[in-house]
């Protein structure tokens, strides 16, 4: 058996299919699926347990308190950590857990698939754009699920208040102990407007700095206007997707210093455009 840990925070519109998918290719007694229904005011406990999770509510929010609760519940190694919008497969899952249980592999990801329907044209771009980008150094951030061995946990857990869990995890383990399991795949609902991208870019950056504060930056290597260059001369993406993804740039490091400058907390936040 491996555990599947999912926070949910006012989720019921989407947390029972996310349980079903990964529970109707499983074997009998395969996962044990723990939701963690962290200060909702819906049904999202409701509808995990006719989903067939186990259910932990809490009335105390925050993605990391609902993570710290759901993985005390666990019971067994390697241990899934999954977003409630993200849907996994059994069998993905499967592959998931079978190189967690690898010699050397602490922690690992699956290749996430993004689901573009509904996504506005502008974020159709900046979307190609971003993923054109980390393609060379995918990692654990941004898949919406990742695994963790026992010994990978032990260095994870408990985990602390952190605004990027997924960051957090990725920077916690040298390359050669992270793996992305191309066999495996996440379907991710991306933002579907310009206000929620650029929420979420300034999330993701205010993530990324409380993280460098913490010693743990996300990646060993900042991407550059010089990667942003190569993909327009290789015709990866064309000077209408640059610009606009240029544009989105500016935007969000202007609004992550403001929010900076008066003092903004980042809180577990809810995209609406992805339910």
């Keep these: 058996m491996a555990t599947v840990v999912i926070p949910a925070h006012n989720e019921e519109t989407v947390v029972g299919a996310g349980v079903k998918t990964l529970l109707d290719g499983a074997e009998p007694g395969e996962f044990e699926v723990i939701v963690v229904a962290n200060a909702c005011s819906d049904r999202t406990a409701e509808v995990a347990r006719k989903a067939g999770a186990r ?9 990391a308190n609902a993570l710290r609760l759901g993985d005390a519940a666990c019971r067994s190694f390697p241990r899934v950590y999954l977003d409630a919008d993200v849907r996994l497969s059994a069998a ?13 592999v602490l922690a690992c990801a699956p290749v996430p698939d993004l689901d573009m329907a509904g996504v506005g044209w502008l974020s159709r ?19 919406g699920v ?4 026992e010994e990978g946990h032990a260095r994870v857990f408990p985990m602390p208040d952190v605004i990027s869990d997924d960051g957090y995890v990725h ?17 991710v609902r991306p933002s579907r407007t310009l206000s929620a991208n650029l929420n979420r870019r300034v999330r993701v950056r205010m993530g990324n700095r409380q993280l460098e504060e913490l010693g743990r930056p996300v990646s060993e290597r900042r991407l550059s206007l010089s990667d942003l260059w190569g993909l327009l001369r290789a015709r990866r993406v064309s000077p209408l997707d640059a610009g606009c993804f240029l544009a989105v740039l500016v935007m969000d490091k202007a609004l992550t210093r403001l929010r900076g400058q008066r ?6 936040g809810t995209d609406a455009t992805t339910r």
């Design 146 to 149: 990742y695994v963790l061995s």
């Design 263 to 268: 003092g903004g907390q980042v809180s577990w």
């Design 92 to 104: 993905s899952a499967r592959a998931l857990v079978a190189a967690a249980r690898r010699p050397g």
């Design 171 to 187: 920077a916690s383990f040298a390359p050669h102990e992270r793996m992305v399991v191309t066999e495996a795949r996440s379907l």
């Design 125 to 143: 771009r900046l979307h190609k754009v971003q993923e054109r980008l980390v393609e060379p150094t995918r990692g654990l951030a941004g898949t």
């Design 55 to 63: 259910v932990v509510e809490t009335a105390e929010p925050g993605k």
